[in-house]
Nanobody, 121 residues
Framework: QVQLVESGGGLVQPGGSLRLACQTSGLTASGMGWFRQAPGKEREFVAAISRNAGSIYYADSVKDRFTVSRDNAKNTVYLQMNSLKPEDTAVYYC????????????????WGQGTQVTVSS
């Protein structure tokens, strides 16, 4: 059974940092990544990373603030989020796919349940 379980969400003040983690089981995914969905908006791509970290993609809105990484030995992908803004408030979803490029094109095979990130003073 394939499972993607996110953790690390919460409430943070503007300018603060959070680190999300997503542990997978039941699959060996080539591409892993993160998407987010804000209230009233469609789900959007955030970041993706290939298995050997040779290919990494970011949405323009998070470049230079977010960093995606993975630990294949732990079957875990991370999203380090710095300089958070209120507009980063959303439910963040972990995703797995055939490649990081596919995820960047919003083509995912598996999804996590999501974790809430709220940026507010």
């Amino acid at each position: 059974q394939v499972q993607l379980v996110e953790s690390g969400g919460g409430l943070v003040q503007p300018g603060g940092s959070l680190r999300l983690a997503c542990q997978t089981s039941g699959l060996t995914a080539s591409g892993m990544g993160w998407f987010r969905q804000a209230p009233g908006k469609e789900r959007e791509f955030v970041a993706a990373i290939s298995r050997n970290a040779g290919s990494i993609y970011y949405a323009d809105s998070v470049k230079d603030r977010f960093t995606v990484s993975r630990d294949n030995a732990k079957n875990t992908v991370y999203l380090q989020m710095n300089s958070l803004k209120p507009e980063d408030t959303a439910v963040y979803y972990c995703a797995a796919g055939r490649s990081a490029y596919n995820l960047q094109q919003s083509v995912a095979d598996y999804w996590g349940q999501g974790t809430q990130v709220t940026v507010s003073s």
